[in-house]
C-alpha cells in the first residue's frame, strides 16, 4: 500500500486550502477546491450549500454505511499570528497556515482515505464523505442541513484534533440566557432592588453546585458563567442584570434534565439559546473502536464540542493534531501526522469493512 503517495496528495490540498480564506459561512471556495480534488480522481459528487459529499463507487443501499466527516470551515485568526494565516509555510515537519490543525488535516486525511476505498469492490460497508460548512460557529448550513440528504448512517468518523486516539466520548453545550430583576431606584437613597445583587446569589450557586453523577470519559457537567451586563448609569440602582452560563453537559444527564434542574435552583429567568449540540458516546466493544485498539490506541473522552454532536449514530471523534494547537496563533500540523493519520483511519477501516 503506497500511503505515502495518499498522504502527499493530502498535504498538498491542505496547502491550498490554507492559502484560500474559509471563515464560517464562507467556504465557497474551499467547498470547490474540495470538489475539484475528488471529481479529478473519478469521484462523483455531490454539493449544496457549502458543503460537499459523495459515497463509493460501488453503494449497495443494503448495506450498512459508514460516515466520514470533518469541516472546510476555520475561525478567524487572532491577533498573536506572527506569520500570514494564508500562507502555508513548511518548515521541518511543520506545515503552518491557519485551519492546518483544526481541522484541515483530518479533513485532506479523510479525503485520501476515502479515495483509497472509493473504488473497491465487496466491501461490507458502503463509505460516505462529507467535507462540511460552519462546524466553528455551530451553524445550521453544515452537517445539519447534509445528513437528511445522505444514505442512513450506522457509525461515523468524525476528523477533529486527537493525536489520532480515541475520543470515545465528547461533551454537548448547551448556552443560556439569564435576567436577573431587581426594582430600580436612585443610587444616593436607600431606594430599589439590586439586580446584580439578585444575580450575584444565582451565580455564586452555579459556581459552586455540582452534579452528582460522574462520567467515567467526561468528567463532572461544567457550568461557567462568561458574560454579565447591568446598568445604564452609575447613580441608577438596576433593574435587570442579564448574564450568560456555558453548560457542558457530559452522557450522565440529558440536555433537558440539566436546564430543568437549573431553572428549579436559580431565581433568575432562564431560557435556553439550543438544545441541539448533544453530549456523544460510543462503545468500546464497537468495531472501530476495537480497531483503533488493536493498533495501539488509546481511548478518552473529549471536553470540546464538535459535528460529532449531530449525528444521531455512534460516532467516533478521530484525526491527526492537536486539540491544544486549535485556535492558536502561528497554528501548525506536523506533516509526519498526516502520514500517521492517513494509513491508520485506512488500517482502522480495513479492520471493519473489508
Known amino acids: 500500500m503506497d500511503y505515502k503517495n495518499l498522504s502527499n496528495g493530502a498535504i498538498e490540498l491542505l496547502k491550498l486550502l490554507i492559502s484560500t480564506q474559509s471563515f464560517s459561512g464562507e467556504e465557497g471556495t474551499v467547498a470547490d477546491l474540495m470538489n475539484h480534488y475528488l471529481t479529478s480522481r473519478g469521484i462523483k459528487t455531490q454539493r449544496y450549500l457549502n458543503n460537499v459529499w459523495a459515497v463509493n463507487e460501488d453503494f449497495d443501499p443494503k448495506k450498512p454505511t459508514v460516515l466520514l466527516n470533518s ?32 481541522a484541515g488535516g483530518c479533513l485532506v486525511s479523510l479525503a485520501a482515505t476515502f479515495t483509497h476505498f472509493y ?3 465487496g466491501m461490507k460497508y458502503n463509505i460516505a464523505f462529507a467535507a462540511t460548512a460552519e462546524e466553528e460557529n455551530s451553524g ?23 493525536q489520532m486516539h480515541l475520543a470515545v466520548a465528547e461533551k454537548g453545550l448547551m448556552v443560556l440566557d439569564c435576567v436577573a430583576h431587581g426594582k430600580s431606584g436612585h443610587a444616593a437613597r436607600n431606594e430599589g432592588v439590586n439586580a446584580i445583587f439578585k444575580a450575584i446569589e444565582d451565580i455564586s450557586w452555579l459556581n459552586t453546585y455540582r452534579f452528582p453523577v460522574v462520567s467515567d470519559y467526561l468528567g463532572e457537567v461544567k457550568m461557567s458563567v462568561t458574560m454579565i ?14 448574564f450568560v452560563v456555558d453548560v457542558r453537559l457530559t452522557d450522565a444527564y440529558t440536555l433537558e434534565e440539566v436546564f430543568e434542574f437549573i431553572k428549579q435552583n436559580i431565581k433568575s429567568d432562564v431560557t435556553c439559546r439550543s438544545m441541539r449540540l448533544r453530549p456523544s458516546k460510543i462503545d468500546i466493544s464497537h468495531p472501530i473502536v476495537q480497531a483503533g485498539l488493536a493498533l495501539g490506541r488509546t481511548t478518552y473522552g473529549s471536553p470540546t464540542t464538535s459535528d460529532q454532536a449531530l449525528v444521531d449514530s455512534p460516532s467516533l471523534k478521530l484525526g491527526p493534531g492537536d486539540s491544544a494547537r486549535s485556535h492558536t496563533a502561528d497554528e501548525f500540523v506536523y506533516l509526519s501526522e498526516i502520514h500517521e493519520g492517513v494509513e491508520l483511519y485506512i488500517k482502522m477501516l480495513e479492520k471493519v469493512i473489508l
Not at 72 to 93: A, H, K, M, Q, S
Not at 140 to 162: H, Q, R, S, Y
Not at 229 to 242: F, L
Open 71 to 102: 469541516h472546510l470551515d476555520t475561525v478567524r485568526p487572532n491577533t498573536g499570528y506572527t506569520r500570514n494565516p494564508f500562507e502555508p509555510t513548511v518548515e521541518g515537519d511543520k506545515l503552518f497556515g491557519l485551519g492546518s490543525n483544526d
Open 119 to 121: 473504488h473497491q469492490k
Open 140 to 162: 445550521k448550513n453544515g452537517l445539519e442541513c447534509v445528513l437528511p440528504l445522505l444514505p442512513p448512517i450506522d457509525f461515523a468518523i468524525v476528523g477533529e484534533p486527537t
Open 229 to 242: 451586563n447591568a446598568g445604564t448609569q452609575h447613580n441608577v440602582v438596576p433593574d435587570r442584570c442579564s
